[in-house]
């Protein structure tokens, strides 16, 4: 991959690193504010706070991916699917910058 296409989803995936972490402190404040008592939650209340969990679990998640795409550029394997090691179509990493499979792959992987 050329070093200009390498350089500009580097700088997309350490935006969206960035927006990971502000998103993840906010879900955590949340959390954090919404904390009371347990026989004061109704069943609203503790709806919302498993939403923030499971919301808080899926950025982390994503933060790991980005924090793996990063790795791969510094590597020299950014691109490369990881499982069957072909490239990974641009069209595909405009989309997911921080995807370790072509779609392929990504279909066996998810099953």
Do not use: W
């Not at 070093?3 to 404040?29: C, F």
């Not at 590597?75 to 699917?81: L, Q, R």
Request: aromatic share 4%.
């Amino acid at each position: 991959m050329k070093n200009k296409n390498l350089q500009r989803y580097e700088q997309k995936l350490l935006k969206m690193q960035d927006r990971s972490r502000e998103e993840i402190s906010r879900m955590i404040q949340v959390v954090l504010d919404n904390d009371v008592s347990t026989g004061e939650h109704d069943s609203c209340v503790s709806e919302s706070f498993d939403k923030e969990l499971v919301l808080e679990h899926t950025e982390e998640r994503m933060q790991e991916m980005v924090h793996d795409a990063l790795a791969r550029i510094d590597e020299g394997t950014y691109g490369t699917c990881l499982q069957c090691s072909h490239t990974i179509p641009q069209i595909r990493l405009n989309a997911i910058p921080f995807t370790p499979y072509c779609v392929k792959c990504e279909r066996e992987h998810e099953k």
